[in-house]
């Protein structure tokens, strides 16, 4: 299909796309276009007026900061994915996200301002306990993952604003993301991130966080406390199974039934715990 007819302008830096998003409220930041150009396509939306932000080169890095990262805003699936440091579960679920093409040009800023309730990005930005930073027409802000998301396509960015940079304050030393989809590198019918603190075979502390379950990615809180502070063994990924099973809310679509998404919720959740320890 031909997108309906828009203007287009190309950012040179992130106060001039602030300045010119703030101008015309029917217009749209465009980052690698990977889900923003289907919905042109499909006529699905009809902004005025594209604000190409992928070409601001000081939005595109991976940064060590302390314990933790500092992601920009344009990093790209295929960046995080041939990531080689700390947070490995970053490269884990950038392979997992759609095809190469997609990968190449997709940034993780342009995921979670979409917020698709079945992307990768969400689960994992809420298992690392990220912070997502923000610029827009009255100055940056931060607003904590858990916040972020409000709903299917919905999350916290105010008119004019773009997400700059994804702050996670301290890698964990276990990480993993278990998705189970209908095709490798469908979307999730059910994805689970894992944030594991162990010592002496003991779970010190955790964050699950789940998407493709419902109708926003959340945190597996009953899981998490099903193991926090638990020997690891085959007794607690059974219980933290059954909890992420108990807990989600999830829904009926295409893709699965939301009973089947209930019991993948936990699939996923025991086998990204079970491979984030080792086990
Ligand atoms: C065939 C196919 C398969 C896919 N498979 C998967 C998958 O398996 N898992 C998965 O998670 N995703 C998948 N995706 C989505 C893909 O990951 C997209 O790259 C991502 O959702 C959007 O990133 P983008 O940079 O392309 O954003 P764009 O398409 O450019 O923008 C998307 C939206 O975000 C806004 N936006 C972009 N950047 C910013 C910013 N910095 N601040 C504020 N708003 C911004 C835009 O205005 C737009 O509303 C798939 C897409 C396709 C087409």
Not at 39 to 66: H, N, T
Not at 165 to 188: G, H, M, T
């Amino acid at each position: 299909m031909i997108p309906p007819q828009f203007e287009y302008y190309r950012a040179s830096s992130i106060d001039d796309a602030i300045k010119a998003l703030s101008e015309d409220p029917n217009a749209k930041a465009l980052a690698g276009g990977q889900s923003l150009i289907p919905l042109l396509k499909l006529r699905a939306l009809s902004p005025s007026k594209l604000i190409d932000i992928g070409r601001i080169r000081e939005l595109r890095y991976i940064r060590q900061a302390g314990r933790g990262l500092t992601i920009g805003a344009l990093t790209t699936h295929a960046d995080l994915e041939r990531w080689a440091g700390p947070c490995g579960v970053l490269p884990e679920a950038a392979r997992q996200i759609g095809d190469p093409q997609i990968r190449s040009m997709g940034t993780i800023g342009g995921s979670l301002a979409h917020a698709d309730p079945a992307a990768d990005w969400p689960a994992v930005v809420l298992a690392l306990g990220a912070m997502i930073k923000i610029a827009g027409p009255s100055g940056p802000r931060e607003v904590p993952a858990e916040e972020f998301f409000q709903g299917p396509y919905t999350t916290a960015l105010q008119q004019g604003e773009l997400i700059t940079e994804v702050l996670v304050p301290e890698c964990p030393p276990k990480s993993s993301y278990v998705k189970i989809a209908r095709a490798y590198n469908d979307f999730a019918i059910a994805g689970v991130a894992a944030a594991v603190w162990a010592e002496g075979g003991y779970i010190n502390e955790i964050r699950l966080a789940a998407t493709g379950v419902g109708l926003k990615p959340v945190r597996l809180k009953k899981a998490e406390e099903a193991a926090r502070g638990r020997k690891a063994g085959e007794d607690v990924l059974l219980e933290v199974a059954e909890a992420a099973s108990k807990e989600v809310d999830a829904i009926s679509d295409v893709r699965a039934s939301a009973e089947y998404r209930r019991a993948m919720a936990g699939v996923a959740a025991r086998r990204a715990l079970r491979r984030a320890l080792g086990l």
